[in-house]
């Protein structure tokens, strides 16, 4: 578990958020307020996506080789996969959408094409992703690549978290080796031949 920022920290880190005009006002607030409730424990975000038919820059600028939302989300994946990895985070479930099911009485609720969901290790890991000069050079390449995207941070619930992987196939490596038993001396052998 990572220490909780502070809000001298949040506002540091902030400072410069009033300046991305790509964020809405509102969604600045709940940003500030999202990283303000820090409480330093791992959290999952569960993004809901639609992508743009055309991938539009915000300087105007064409990128060669992308031309759709979707090629400018590749794009950002390969930038973005690296961040992760290096803060402790990853991504646990990527999916596309296959049909819509029920939606009743939420008209415009099956929006998405995709869904992901990207296990952070605290929200001090995400904040440190998302201001790292590196990643925001290749930020553009997200809102280049949606119409439309819904991200909801979640905790709880049945998860198949892969932090528990390497402990358990380790645990299943040691009962294996305990129940073969230890290795049998070659009793053919002579001692000057081991030599």
């Known amino acids: 578990m990572k220490s909780p920022l502070s809000?001298?920290?949040l506002d540091i880190a902030l400072k410069g958020m009033d300046s991305n005009q790509?964020?809405?006002?509102?969604?600045?607030?709940?940003?500030?307020?999202?990283?303000?409730?820090d409480d330093g424990k791992p959290?999952?975000?569960?993004?809901?996506?639609?992508?743009?038919?055309?991938?539009?820059?915000?300087?105007?600028?064409?990128?060669?080789?992308?031309?759709?939302?979707?090629?400018?989300?590749?794009?950002?994946?390969?930038?973005?996969?690296p961040h992760l990895l290096r803060r402790g985070s990853y991504p646990?479930?990527?999916?596309?959408?296959?049909?819509?099911?029920?939606?009743?009485?939420?008209?415009?609720?099956?929006?998405?094409q995709e869904v992901a969901i990207v296990r952070y290790r605290s929200r001090r890991d995400m904040l440190d992703m998302i201001l790292d000069p590196e990643f925001k050079a290749?930020?553009?390449?997200?809102?280049?690549?949606?119409?439309?995207n819904v991200a909801v941070p979640t905790r709880g619930g049945l998860v198949l978290d892969l932090s528990i992987l390497v402990?358990?196939?380790l645990l299943l490596l040691a009962l294996?080796?305990?129940?073969?038993?230890?290795a049998a001396p070659d009793q053919g052998t002579s001692s000057s031949a081991s030599m």
């Open 167 to 169: 402990p358990l196939a």
């Open 138 to 148: 290749g930020s553009p390449h997200k809102f280049a690549a949606l119409a439309k």
């Open 176 to 182: 294996f080796a305990a129940r073969r038993g230890p």
């Open 43 to 81: 959290f999952y975000n569960l993004n809901l996506m639609l992508y743009a038919d055309r991938a539009v820059y915000a300087d105007g600028l064409a990128r060669p080789g992308i031309v759709t939302g979707a090629d400018a989300n590749e794009a950002y994946g390969r930038l973005v996969l």
């Open 7 to 9: 809000a001298a920290e």
């Open 92 to 112: 646990l479930f990527t999916s596309s959408k296959i049909g819509a099911f029920l939606n009743e009485g939420a008209r415009g609720a099956d929006f998405f």
């Open 22 to 37: 790509q964020v809405s006002e509102e969604e600045k607030v709940a940003i500030r307020a999202f990283f303000s409730n």
